[in-house]
């Protein structure tokens, strides 16, 4: 879809058809106004460290099922090149149809929480262990002890 064409069908959802020929303005400036006392600094750029680097941050002490469920997420992350948090369900599904046993994530999981890496949230926002009844609607959170190692510098 064109410029053109986005333009266009934003001016008819607003109720104004553009005129024949009409280009549209590109190059528009926008300003906006802070309110006083805002911070504006700077964030380091992070990038996710590539996935040769990553699988071999992962530690041996780990549980083979938690070593390959944590070699799965790197891959996620690097592939997508951001890290985004989930339903634990949807993990557990997504791996599946990657040819991990829904038994091998959901122990791998469980493992990786038990060691720090990872909490599971349920919908009330309380942290909850991986035996409760909730953990079917449960958010995977990701803790400082995994994400330290997915970014250079």
């Known amino acids: ?7 266009r069908k934003l001016r008819k959802q607003a109720g104004r058809v553009p005129k024949k020929g009409f280009a549209g303005k590109r190059n528009q400036k926008l300003e906006v106004q802070l309110p006083e006392g805002t911070q504006t600094t700077k964030q380091p750029l992070r ?3 590539p996935f040769a680097k990553l699988v071999h941050s992962i ?3 780990l549980k083979p099922e938690a070593q390959i469920t944590l070699q799965a997420l790197y891959d996620c992350f690097s592939r997508a090149g951001v890290v985004k948090e ?10 599946e149809q990657c ?9 791998g999981l469980e493992a990786l929480a038990a060691s720090g890496y990872l909490k599971f949230q349920a919908p009330d926002n309380t942290f909850i262990e991986f035996s409760s009844d909730q953990i079917g609607k449960a958010w995977v959170r990701y803790e ?9 510098g």
């Open 1 to 7: 879809m064109s410029l053109n064409d986005i333009e």
């Open 47 to 49: 990038t996710i460290k």
């Open 59 to 61: 530690p041996d002490l």
């Open 86 to 95: 989930g339903l634990i369900g949807d993990l557990i599904w997504g791996f």
């Open 99 to 107: 040819g991990i046993p829904r038994q091998c994530t959901a122990a």
């Open 144 to 152: 400082p002890k995994l994400l330290q190692n997915l970014y250079d």
